[in-house]
Nanobody
Framework: QVQLLESGGGDVQTGGPLRLSCKKY?????????PGWFRQAPGKQREGFAV???????YRAHSVKDRFIISMDALNNTLYLQMNNLQPEDTAIYYC????????????????????WGQGTQVTVSS
């Protein structure tokens, strides 16, 4: 069974940084799956906003493109999300995911969901 565990969430003031980590503790994920991040803000639907493609390219939604960086330490099975210049609208529960490649190729990527999910970590940005 695949287990993904996020960490690094918390409270931060507007303009501050935060780095989320997501470690795969168990299970097997095929190499063609792509890791990514979803978030769900209060009262809103979950949105996939970042993907790391197997060839090394990335996708980031327009709302985070200039502020968030997705990266991976493959040796340690850990996915990262560096978030800079956080804004109150970034307040959400953040989920790491792994999706079969077909779900990463939609426009926008991850619009049809993902196969494996972490339990989520809360990020709260206060003004």
């Amino acid at each position: 069974q695949v287990q993904l565990l996020e960490s690094g969430g918390g409270d931060v003031q507007t303009g501050g940084p935060l780095r989320l980590s997501c470690k795969k503790y168990s299970g097997y994920i095929a190499a063609h799956y792509c890791p990514g991040w979803f978030r769900q803000a209060p009262g809103k639907q979950r949105e996939g906003f970042a993907v790391l493609y197997t060839y090394g390219g990335t996708y980031r939604a327009h709302s985070v493109k200039d502020r968030f960086i997705i990266s991976m330490d493959a040796l340690n099975n850990t996915l990262y999300l560096q978030m800079n210049n956080l804004q109150p609208e970034d307040t959400a529960i953040y989920y790491c995911v792994a999706a079969e490649v077909s779900l990463c190729k939609t426009r926008p990527p991850l619009k049809d969901g993902a196969h494996y999910w972490g339990q989520g970590t809360q990020v709260t940005v206060s003004s």
